[in-house]
């Protein structure tokens, strides 16, 4: 049984596989490879483009999804993680997908190893399926994003997006660098930058992030505006540059991409959005049915 709780649970065929996957997906009508699966979610954070990419992806693919909202689920009278995890699993789905506010709870349930467990964001951890979607939409544009260097821009210390996509965008043998100011930074061996004027004409990929403030336990930044006088990514920064522009959603417009950024050819948020589908119907078919 295969889960997915990072990238790192994936060989290399099998990151290759899903690219190719989720290009042919892509590119022709998919046939209901998972006619016979049952899929639950279980969220326990928000959510609007993971849980519905998901669904659409299992849906596409000819599979069943139903959805536990843990707000209104017996977790609200005080079951606890692992027996509503085993009660759902005593329904014999093909796979759970599951978001959580605590890093460590996807592993916990994929060692319970009762089906497969798929990580659709744990705490400031992982977020897998966004790396691989990201992984995907640079391959689509660049053809081989080895030698490219990425800069992620904002508050990288709190984002589950940026610790899995540095880990498999270093993986990938890209260069990545960190643009943030001091309270946004992790604790990195990686190229460290607090202005943004000093990396635009080193990178080829910009990954704006919004600020995390439901993670944050004290107040990390006092005035969004003046944070987005420095890191917003706005069209005089960007220039007549050919650079691709990245966000994961939801984007703080003018904190994090100006408006007319948001409209420019070179800004790739919906294109993540479109390929996620994509990519996560390639990882459904992979933990599903190949493995
Ligand atoms: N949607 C992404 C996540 O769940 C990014 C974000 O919320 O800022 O981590």
Do not use: W
């Not at 190719?20 to 699966?37: E, I, M, V």
């Not at 005035?223 to 984007?251: F, N, S, W």
């Not at 919906?270 to 459904?284: D, E, S």
């Amino acid at each position: 049984m295969q889960h997915l709780v990072d990238t790192n649970n994936f060989s290399d065929a099998q990151i290759t596989q899903l690219l190719a996957d989720a290009k042919s997906f892509k590119t022709q009508c998919p046939p209901k490879l998972l006619r016979d699966k049952l899929i639950i979610t279980l969220f326990f954070e928000a959510s609007t483009r993971t849980r519905s990419s998901f669904e659409v992806a299992a849906k596409r693919l000819g599979a069943a999804v139903v959805h536990l909202d843990p707000s209104r689920s017996s977790t609200k009278k005080g079951e606890s993680l692992e027996d509503t995890f085993a009660n759902l699993c005593a329904m014999e789905p093909d796979g759970v997908i599951v978001r959580h506010s605590k890093n460590e709870t996807p592993q916990i349930l994929a060692d319970m190893q009762t089906t497969p467990v798929i990580n659709a964001g744990a705490g400031n951890y992982a977020h897998p399926t966004q790396a691989l979607l990201d992984l995907f939409t640079m391959v689509e544009h660049f053809g081989d994003v080895q030698g490219k260097t990425i800069a992620i821009v904002g508050d990288i210390v709190s984002s589950r997006v940026a610790s899995s996509g540095i880990r498999l965008m270093t993986r990938m043998g890209m260069h990545v660098i960190l643009v943030a100011p001091e309270q946004f930074m992790p604790q990195s061996d990686l190229p460290q930058y607090e202005k943004l004027e000093d990396v635009m004409d080193k990178v080829d990929v910009i990954m704006s992030l919004r600020a995390q403030l439901e993670r944050h336990e004290t107040e990390l930044f006092e005035d969004y505006d003046d944070y987005a006088r420095h890191y917003c990514i706005t069209k005089e920064r960007m220039q007549d540059r050919d650079i691709l522009l990245l966000h994961p959603g939801p984007v703080m417009r003018n904190i994090d991409i100006s408006d007319e950024m948001l409209e420019d050819p070179r800004c790739k948020v919906l294109t993540q959005v479109k390929n996620g589908v994509f990519m996560r119907m390639a990882i459904l078919k992979l933990l599903l049915l190949d493995s």
